[in-house]
């Protein structure tokens, strides 16, 4: 009952919560397509690095991205519960993030979500937006458009 | 009325009436008395007022109606085509044109009045002809140009219009004919125009009928009296009678009938008839022998002049009837079109559709081949699935094909704007405008091609003064040539102006600090004209409002790489330069070679590779550092793909290398790849905009087993 009425005071926004390491990092459903498991990836030579290279999802030939090497962090090699999510920022081009692992769907609350100061922003590069206080720890919402958008320079 | 369901085929059809005004007011001005011109402005102003009014367009109908009254004055010769009228007639045409616009963006037809332009026709209509709104007295004048036509039907200048003197006949019908005239009748043949304006063609025809049937009997008609009814026919028919009454009574009774223009008519002699269907023309001379015999003879000089080519009868009586047709007005279009319009997104989801069965297709393919027991029937039912796919997608690249007229109609225009404008005197000249590529590519190429002439008439062409001072001719010429070569597209824009001055831009690639003076001197007179086509280099000395703001040729060629197409110049000082423009057919599916580089696979589009060569490791050559081969007398640089790929370079060289010899314009390059698969038809599927590749790699396609291959621009490597 608590819940139900926190939904219909506090808005609620849907997120996939997803695992990077011991982080969490949060994905507004709204815009994710499909979560699948990594199938064969087809390497792109010269590219960004963070772009391992391109998946045929049904048909469609669909670019991949390590959100490990995005953030810097260290690789590891695809696990069972690696996954790929497929998100679509802009309904003509579908982008695949690859994480270790998708934790669970979580209603998160807009009294929940504290904005992130602007030295932190600067910090994530602006990958994140605000971070959620959850009963299960902290998440960090993803900024989608500067996670996938940014094109770097090779 | 509610209208708003109809703005779809209002827009398009307003919008093709306002093209072919434009063109036939191109025409009329440079031929003044081409009658042919003023007809088609006339109509198409005629139906665009009409379309405007039954919309509900108050302005635009008003706009459209003074200028169709002015073309109706310039019809019936009571007014001059001046180039102040035609700069005025231009500027309607324009303010039309931005109402129609305004229609689309908004529905509405917007507040602008134009009274200027409506205020200035009327000015120079009054001061040429007297008078300002009511063209009566012209509808005079042409009852009176008309009337002698009418008097002397036989004679030659009507000849043209006589169309029932090459409607065929049957010996039955005509010996009908000949009975009548034994029994003291009268045996005529009709040509009969309606209006164009005619809204009700059969029941204007039907009423025809009836008053020649009230004296007598039709003996035939053509089209058939059932076509007649069912409207289909254009704005005129032809028949035979056999009437109680003289010709001109008979005449009179068919132009009594509410909107007839012209009733084109004779009597015929018991001789003349046999020559009815035969030569069109002079059929009364000739026949004079009453014989079957005589239809041969009518024939015989149309024969005779065609000796090149051997003519059998059958042949002939088209042959002769062809020319007859040309002239009639009513003939231009074919009876009835079958055409539907067809939304391009509909086309692009089948396309679409075929494109996944294409992939599918090449699933079955490849599980056939690797099935191990070899079944015949199996494979002989994949042979005929594939040779139906590639139909299908033939039939579909087809249907979505249009020819690149409708990107280069407007340049006439835009050229004769622009000769006023930098005050130069030029003309455009196209050719190959029926020339078919993909509808997108077509949509999107009208913007390079309007650089490119911008750009020949700013920068290429000179000054009257200057050119004649050279020996040219005064008029500069501007040209646009658009074929098919192979599975590609040319477009080729030039002009006869003074040419790319190398030296010049050498220079200024030296003063913007773009590279040293002593690089710049090494430069190949090419690599010089390649600096063109960076962004924001312009070599106009003074920036004006038609190019020279280094926005063009950058952008010419991004868009044109975007399509899949490259472009390059030819030019010769003092002579002029041509841009080459050359487009892929379709964008999304090609056959393309399937190679191995590393262990990945790679496609190559077949159409950039000319041959394939082994060739032993030991003649790879060096000049200046660049590992290159000799081919047939050729000198070819080499591209070692497994290393442009991040290949690491293999341990030991094989004895000998596979090369891809690829082609783009006059430039060869050899690829050396590891290991060829073999031809296929792929699917081009884009990787996106989030991926920056170089420019290798234009795309991906997915193979048969579902793995993903990914395709090389050879062009990008020569």
């Known amino acids: 009952m608590d819940d139900l009425e926190r939904y219909v005071e506090d808005k609620a926004t849907q997120y996939i919560v997803v695992n990077l390491g011991i982080e969490h990092y949060g994905i507004d459903i709204n815009y994710i397509d499909n979560i699948v498991r990594v199938p064969a990836i087809r390497r792109v030579p010269n590219v960004q690095d963070f772009f391992k290279g391109v998946i045929n999802l049904r048909g469609e030939v669909i670019p991949v991205m390590s959100l490990r090497v995005k953030f810097g962090m260290p690789e590891i090699d695809f696990t069972n519960s690696t996954r790929i999510i497929i998100v679509k920022v802009d309904p003509q081009a579908a982008i695949g993030i690859i994480v270790d692992e998708v934790e669970q769907v979580m209603d998160i609350y807009a009294s929940q979500i504290e904005k992130v100061s602007a030295e932190k922003k600067e910090e994530s590069n602006g990958y994140i937006t605000s971070v959620g206080k959850t009963d299960r720890g902290l998440v960090s919402i993803l900024n989608l458009a500067t996670v996938i958008g940014e094109k770097e320079q090779i | ?718």
């Open chain 2, 1 to 718: 009325m509610d209208t708003s369901q109809y703005l779809g085929i209002f827009l398009d059809e307003a919008r093709e009436h306002i093209q072919s005004l434009s063109d036939q007011m191109m025409i009329l001005e440079q031929e003044p008395e081409n009658q042919d011109a003023i007809s088609e402005i006339f109509r198409a102003a005629h139906s665009l007022k009409g379309m405007a009014g039954t919309m509900g367009y108050k302005k635009l109908q008003h706009l459209t109606h003074v200028t169709e009254d002015c073309f109706s004055d310039i019809r019936s010769g009571s007014m001059k085509v001046t180039s102040e009228l035609m700069d005025v007639l231009f500027q309607a045409l324009d303010s039309i044109e931005g109402y129609v616009n305004t229609i689309q963006e908004t529905t509405d037809e917007g507040d602008e009045e134009n009274e200027n332009i409506i205020n200035e026709i009327n000015r120079i209509r009054s001061a040429e002809t007297g008078k300002g709104d009511a063209p009566a007295p012209a509808k005079e004048e042409k009852k009176a140009d008309e009337a002698p036509a009418e008097a002397a039907p036989a004679d030659g200048a009507s000849d043209e219009k006589a169309l029932y003197r090459s409607m065929k006949l049957d010996d039955s019908a005509k010996d009908v004919m000949k009975d009548a005239i034994a029994g003291g009748k009268h045996a005529l043949g009709f040509t009969v125009y309606i209006e164009e304006s005619c809204l009700l063609k059969a029941a204007r025809a039907f009423l025809v009928i009836k008053a020649l049937e009230d004296m007598g009997d039709i003996v035939a008609t053509d089209p058939s009296t059932q076509d007649i009814e069912d409207e289909k026919f254009e704005f005129n028919f032809s028949l035979y009678t056999i009437c109680d009454e003289e010709i001109d009574k008979a005449r009179e009774a068919m132009l009594a009938v509410s909107e007839i223009a012209e009733v084109v008519g004779e009597e015929f002699t018991e001789a003349g008839i046999d020559s009815i269907g035969g030569d069109a023309g002079k059929a009364e001379e000739k026949a004079e022998a009453p014989t079957e015999g005589s239809r041969e003879e009518a024939e015989a000089p149309v024969a005779k002049e065609e000796t090149t080519a051997p003519v059998v009868k059958e042949e002939t009586a088209p042959a002769a009837k062809a020319p007859a047709a040309k002239q009639a007005p009513a003939a231009k279009k074919p009876v009835i079109s079958k055409t539907i319009r067809v939304d391009i997104d509909k086309l692009d989801s089948l396309m679409n559709l075929v494109s996944e069965l294409i992939i599918a297709k090449n699933t079955i393919v490849s599980a056939a081949d690797s099935s191990d027991t070899q079944n015949q029937a199996l494979n002989e039912q994949v042979e005929y699935l594939e040779s139906v796919t590639t139909n299908l997608h033939e039939a579909v690249m087809k249907v979505r094909m249009v020819p690149i007229e409708s990107a280069v109609q407007k340049f006439p225009r835009m050229v004769r704007d622009l000769e006023k404008k930098l005050d130069k005197k030029m003309q455009l000249t196209i050719t190959g405008e029926e020339t078919e590529l993909d509808r997108t590519v077509v949509d999107e190429i009208g913007d390079p091609l309007m650089h490119l002439i911008r750009n020949s008439a700013d920068h290429g062409l000179e000054h009257p003064d200057e050119r004649a001072a050279s020996g040219k001719p005064e008029m500069g010429t501007i040209f646009l040539n658009a074929f098919q070569d192979g599975n590609s597209v040319v477009i080729e824009v030039g002009d006869d102006g003074k040419g790319i001055d190398v030296e010049a831009v050498r220079s200024k690639i030296v003063e913007r600090g773009l590279a040293s003076e002593d690089t710049a001197a090494q430069f190949t007179d090419k690599e010089v004209i390649d600096y063109l086509f960076d962004p924001g280099f312009s070599m106009a000395k003074k920036v004006t409002d038609i190019s020279g703001r280094g926005v063009g040729l950058d952008v010419v060629k991004s868009n044109i790489e975007s399509l899949g197409g490259d472009v390059s110049v030819k030019t010769k000082l003092g002579e002029g330069s041509t841009w080459i423009i050359r487009l892929p057919l379709t964008l999304a599916i090609i056959q393309a070679l399937m190679v191995i580089i590393g262990d990945e696979k790679y496609a190559i589009s077949l159409d950039s590779i000319t041959t394939i060569e082994n060739i032993p490791t030991t003649d790879v050559k060096l000049v200046q550092g660049k590992e290159v081969i000799q081919l047939r007398g050729t000198v070819i640089p080499i591209v070692r793909l497994s290393e442009l790929l991040g290949f690491p370079p293999a341990e030991e060289q094989p004895e000998d290398m596979i090369v891809v010899i690829a082609k783009k314009g006059d430039s060869l390059a050899g690829l050396v790849v590891d290991e060829l698969i073999g031809q296929q038809e792929i699917v081009i599927k884009s990787l996106g905009k989030y991926i920056n590749t170089d420019r290798i790699i234009s795309g991906a396609t997915i193979l048969g087993d579902g793995e993903v291959a990914l395709i090389i621009d050879a062009n990008a490597l020569i």
